[in-house]
């Protein structure tokens, strides 16, 4: 149980583009989902914390503007990386968990390959 | 804010030898604790964590991490590697008093040798 799959697991689009990236819990109700940018050889880095129903809490320093996130089911959240340019290009990858408690696991998805040419 | 550190990048073992990845962290209390490995194609998959009590935790696959509070460390062991082990490894820390929130380490790369 708690799988949780992300699509596309890759994509190459256009500077000025945008690209929307799915996120969904498949056998399990997620009333939180984050996002993570992870680039070559570093760690993940959390973009944004998305309730089910509510806005997204963003980290310091990313563009809500830019990375919009909508989690309006409980078990899909959306990743739309607006007028992409090619520092976007990185891995993206989501988490879900049935709650936001402390000890609650967050599952992961395999990560979706955004290239911005 | 927590921070993790892993000061292993990549290591090396060979093929059922045994195998300590380093992991420490700064907060300001006990954290919670976990061990996650990644592999290609692959989402993160939950090895062990750790909340609170025993500071053995058992995982799977085998991975087991031992919480010493006086060293702020969370090493995690295996006593004999298989060559389906290889992968990255990343150690994270959550707050207790802040939802669940992870902060990842920088992760280290495993390479079994046959």
């Known amino acids: 149980g708690a799988v949780v799959s992300q699509h596309p697991s890759w994509v190459i689009c256009k500077s000025g583009t945008s690209v929307k990236i799915e996120c969904r819990s498949l056998?399990?109700?997620?009333?939180?989902m984050f996002w993570y940018r992870q680039f070559p050889k570093q760690s993940l880095m959390l973009m944004a914390t998305s309730n089910e129903g509510s806005k997204a809490t963003y980290e310091q320093g990313v563009e809500k503007d830019k990375f919009l996130i909508n989690h309006a089911s409980l078990t899909l959240s959306t990743l739309t990386v607006t007028s992409a340019h090619p520092e976007d290009s990185s891995f993206y990858i989501c988490s879900a968990s049935r709650s936001q408690g402390a000890t609650d696991t967050q599952y992961f998805g395999p990560g979706t390959r955004l290239t911005v040419l | 804010a927590q921070s993790v550190t892993q000061p292993d990048i990549h290591i090396t073992v060979s093929e059922g030898a045994s195998l300590e990845l380093r992991c420490n962290y700064s907060?300001?209390?006990?954290?919670?604790l976990f061990w996650y490995v990644q592999s290609p194609g692959q989402g993160l998959q939950l090895l062990l964590k750790y909340f609170s009590g025993d500071t053995l935790v058992q995982g799977i696959k085998g991975f087991e991490a031992e919480f010493k509070r006086s060293q702020s460390s969370f090493n995690l062991r295996k006593p004999s590697v298989h060559w389906s082990d290889a992968a990255e490894y990343f150690c994270?820390?959550?707050?207790?008093?802040?939802?669940?929130?992870?902060?990842f380490g920088t992760g280290t790369q495993l390479k079994v040798e046959l």
């Open positions: 056998d399990f109700q997620a009333t939180t």
């Open positions: 994270a820390v959550g707050a207790p008093g802040g939802g669940n929130k992870l902060t």
């Open positions: 907060y300001g209390a006990t954290p919670y």
